[in-house]
């Protein structure tokens, strides 16, 4: 088990090399990143806190879902809450390391999108919402109805080719 997990620094050291033999940069995905796209590593919390104090209005010219994402960004550190208290160490720390990570970057820009790979949210809502009673089965659809209609908007924004020009 603890070869496979070495398996990992070890592929971002030999990439590290290839970057450094390739464009004269050990770390040249971090200036990529940063000199680029806007990112770099900053404190999540001050970050947030920031992001409440200087919303930013939405514009034409510019796709910023500073609304959508500030909700994602409280409604999934709450679950976060339920999800340590409720399921296994692991997914708690799981959950962690993939809502700080996107916060981490400097910028909120993509947290809505970026946040959709911590299944263990939706580990605690099917939990939450699948005891089957009729007070759970309004829970389920109200669940169920919310990511359909999200999933519709996603996918017309995508097809209007507004993530490409984000």
Do not use: D
């Amino acid at each position: 088990g603890f070869a496979s997990l070495a398996l990992i620094p070890a592929g971002l050291l030999i990439f590290c090399l290839y970057s450094k033999w390739n464009v004269g940069r050990f770390l040249a995905f971090v200036e990529v990143e940063k000199n680029g796209w806007g990112r770099h590593y900053s404190n999540p919390i001050e970050l947030f806190l920031y992001m409440l104090q200087h919303p930013l209005a939405a514009s034409p010219y510019e796709w910023n879902f500073y609304t959508l994402n500030m909700l994602v960004i409280v409604v999934f550190w709450a679950l976060f809450i339920l999800i340590v208290r409720k399921l296994p160490l692991i997914y708690g720390i799981l959950t962690f390391v993939f809502l700080v990570t996107p916060l981490a970057a400097g910028s909120i820009g993509s947290v809505a999108r970026l946040y959709l790979i911590a299944f263990p949210v939706y580990m605690i809502l099917a939990r939450w919402s699948a005891q089957g009673n009729q007070e759970y089965s309004g829970r389920h659809n109200s669940i169920c109805s919310t990511f359909a209609i999200l999933l519709g908007i996603g996918m017309v924004l995508f097809t209007l080719g507004v993530y490409s020009i984000a």
